[in-house]
């Protein structure tokens, strides 16, 4: 696994760790299958922006969301 790919999961992993501690009650599984599936779609949504755009970048919005979330105003 490249260096870059170790520290995207390690990210992600974190993500869900402070989830996990956050004294939510959200099951771990629910938070995989999310975060698989936000992945899966960042993935298609770049293929279909003809991957123009930086793997790097791309990996910045998604981790950008996922860490931060959306925030409505």
Request: charged share 15%; proline share 5%.
């Amino acid at each position: 696994m490249p260096n870059s790919s170790i520290k995207l999961y390690g990210r992600i992993y974190g993500q869900k760790a402070a989830v996990a501690h956050s004294g939510l009650d959200i099951p771990a599984s629910y938070l995989e299958d999310y975060l698989a599936g936000s992945f899966s779609d960042t993935v298609q949504w770049w293929a279909a922006q003809k991957m123009e755009i930086p793997p790097e970048t791309v990996a910045g919005y998604f981790l950008t969301v996922i860490e931060n979330g959306i925030v409505h105003r």
